[in-house]
């Protein structure tokens, strides 16, 4: 069992950065792939940055719409996994989620809703213009 809980969501004018937090609970957590997926008003929720954790090598997945923009990290020792976001633009805004696997995530499959069983609650990132 993994519990997530999200922070460090706000408003910010564009350009502007944010760091989200994701404190995770369980013993566990460094077998576990962590992503970070958003929701939009009226809109599916989408996946916007993963990452694979093996050993001494971690592997980054993003979407094309934040790649060079957001960077995934994760430190099992804290139980923490954070995306730092920059040249954040006002189409960023969304409820921003934090998310767990016990698969292994791969560039063909990270991005998969299906794949993640444990949700945090969310926090809300609204860039504005």
């Known amino acids: 069992q993994v519990q997530l809980v999200e922070s460090g969501g706000g408003l910010v004018q564009a350009g502007g950065s944010l760091r989200l937090s994701c404190a995770a609970s369980?013993?566990?957590?460094?077998?576990?792939?962590m992503a970070w997926f958003r929701q939009a008003p009226g809109k599916e929720r989408e996946a916007v940055a993963g990452?694979?954790?093996?050993?001494?090598?971690?592997?980054?997945y993003y979407a094309d719409p934040v790649k060079g923009r957001f960077t995934i990290s994760r430190d099992n020792a804290k139980n923490t996994v954070w995306l730092q976001m920059n040249s954040l633009k006002p189409e960023d805004t969304a409820v921003y989620y934090c998310?767990?696997?016990?698969?292994?995530?791969?560039?063909?499959?990270?991005?998969?809703?299906?794949?993640?069983?444990?949700w945090g609650q969310g926090t809300q990132v609204t860039v504005s213009s």
């Open positions: 998310a767990a696997s016990p698969a292994g995530l791969y560039s063909t499959n990270w991005f998969r809703l299906s794949l993640y069983d444990y």
């Open positions: 369980g013993r566990t957590f460094s077998s576990y792939g």
């Open positions: 990452l694979r954790w093996s050993g001494a090598i971690t592997y980054n």
